[in-house]
């Protein structure tokens, strides 16, 4: 499993939110702001976070982002499918280009059962989680 940069951003604008009082929208440039991140490259980011119900924004003088439901309810393997794409659990840990089922790499029967160990806990971990940290 590779992550890209956009999940590290997601998660830390996520962790922001997370902060704030329950429905109340921040604007992206504030979120931006406050977490050094690029806007242009965030709100492409918070657009897919969006897409998947993970937070709901707002047109208008109050525009901006809230989160969709309570922090304590969106783990990071929620934001992880959202970013990243479903398929993220079934890539290698290692060598995602060239390594499945049928084509192997040399430590993927030792690697493949720990994936739903893995998936486990970035289930258990949400985002209320990384905002209290």
């Not at 997601?10 to 704030?20: C, E, F, P, V, Y």
């Not at 429905?23 to 657009?47: H, N, S």
């Not at 398929?87 to 493949?112: G, I, M, N, T, Y």
């Not at 059962?113 to 806990?121: G, I, K, W």
């Amino acid at each position: 499993m590779q992550l890209t940069r956009e999940s590290e951003h997601a998660l830390a604008g996520l962790g922001l939110l997370a902060t704030r009082a329950p429905g109340v929208f921040v604007p992206l440039a504030e979120i931006a702001a406050a977490k050094d991140l690029p806007p242009p490259f965030l709100a492409k980011i918070f657009q897919k976070l969006a897409r998947h119900g993970l937070l709901t924004s707002s047109r208008g003088r109050g525009r901006g982002y809230a989160l969709a439901r309570p922090a304590d309810s969106i783990s990071v393997m929620d934001v992880f499918v959202a970013v990243e794409g479903p398929r993220l659990v079934k890539r290698c840990l290692l060598w995602q280009a060239h390594c499945s089922d049928e084509d192997p790499c040399p430590l993927h029967d030792f690697l493949k059962d720990r994936m739903p160990v893995l998936e486990a806990r970035l289930e258990e971990i949400s985002v209320a989680d990384l905002a209290a940290r």
